[in-house]
Structures are given as C-alpha cells and as structure tokens.
C-alpha cells in the first residue's frame, strides 16, 4: 500500500480544508507506485461494477499505465490527512467510446468515482466528498457540465447520483455495460449551492 506520507510530494491538483474531517487533496496516480493499493481496491466484490474483479496485478497495472500516457484521461486518488479515500478519474467525454451514446461537447468532463473500503464511518461522506470533486471539475477551464455512466444495475451509485442531484438521462449501451447517464450542469450546481447557504 502506499504510505501516507509519500503523498506529501505528489502535485496537488485541489484542497480544501473540509471542517471536522481534515485536509481534502486531490494527487495525481502514479501507476507504478499505487498499483498494490489500486489492485487491492478493484479486486473487492464491493468494486465489482468497476469491471477489474478478475484482472491480475499486471493487467491493471497496464490499464492505468495507459490512462497514464493519455491527455485526455487522468487518473487521481483522493486523500485526507494523508490516507487515500478513493480512486477518482475524469475524462474528455468527445474523446472517449461514451461520445457514441450521447452528444458529447467539448464543454463536458465525464468522472469514474471508486471509493475505498471504510475503515471508520464518516458522517455524510459521499456527498461532501462528492461536493470537492465537483467543485475541482468545475474549476477546469471550459468545462460546464458532467457526465457519468454507471452501469444501470448499480443501485447504490445512483442512489448517489440523485443525493448530489445529477439529471438522470437515458440508459445507453457501452461496450461494457448498459450504462444509466447522468449530467449535472455549472448552473444546476450553483443553484443548489446558493440553496444550501442560509441567507444573511
């Protein structure tokens, strides 16, 4: 696994200081160096909708390699207080298979969310932690709206969905999957901010 403070020289991409959890920052995956954390992570029968459940160490450790090599794929783990929370991808959706299914924009960011095992409960994690990560993507120059695509049997992800209010939009076959799309604009997003801030 990797060790907490070998995050401490990896780029930070965002941080946030989120209040009674600790200091939230996005690093860039290094391949060669997380694969032991990332193997163990997609091996689970919790992470089965990832699609690695039988893939070997190797095999992911090349997948993510080639994610690596890519501009328009990024691979990311997600920290607090050193410890990783989740494994956290964004993509050019006109650059990927997705852009078949919908018509993709050069203005949308497409993002893969894995989270890792809990190892103590945290109160309204998903939620907040989803909050950082859409307010990274939003701060991407150009990029007004996001795109997911779990796959449609995957309960608990669109549950999640409609807890930080994406748009569900029709269920679509990928290569994969039946995938179920969901899209949250910029202005879709600021508007629930403006509602959860009390006025003064």
């Known amino acids: ?7 401490a ?29 990332i193997h163990e992570w997609v091996g689970q029968p919790r992470a089965r909708f990832w699609g690695m459940l039988e893939k070997s160490r ?38 990927d298979p997705v852009s078949e299914a919908y018509p993709a924009r050069e203005e949308d960011i497409g993002m893969h969310l894995l989270l890792a095992p809990a190892t103590r409960p945290i109160p309204h994690f998903t939620p907040r932690l989803a909050t950082s990560l859409i307010k990274y993507m939003f701060s991407l120059p150009g990029k007004d709206r996001i795109v997911v695509e779990p796959d449609a049997r995957n309960a608990k992800a669109l549950r999640r969905l409609e807890a930080t209010c994406f748009e569900l939009g029709p269920i679509v076959q990928l290569e994969e999957k039946e995938a179920q799309l969901g899209f949250l604009t910029r202005a879709g997003f600021e508007e629930i901010r403006a509602q959860e801030v009390p006025a003064s």
Request: no cysteine.
């Open 1 to 7: 696994m990797t060790a907490a403070q070998d995050f």
């Open 9 to 37: 020289t990896r780029t930070t991409v965002y941080a946030e200081e989120l209040d009674g959890w600790g200091a939230l920052r996005i690093v860039p995956l290094v391949p060669a160096e997380d694969i032991d954390l």
């Open 58 to 95: 190797e095999e992911v450790l090349e997948i993510y390699e080639f994610l690596d090599s890519l501009d328009t794929h990024h691979a990311f783990l997600v920290e607090l207080d050193g410890q990783p929370l989740a494994l956290f991808q964004t993509y050019e959706p006109l650059h």
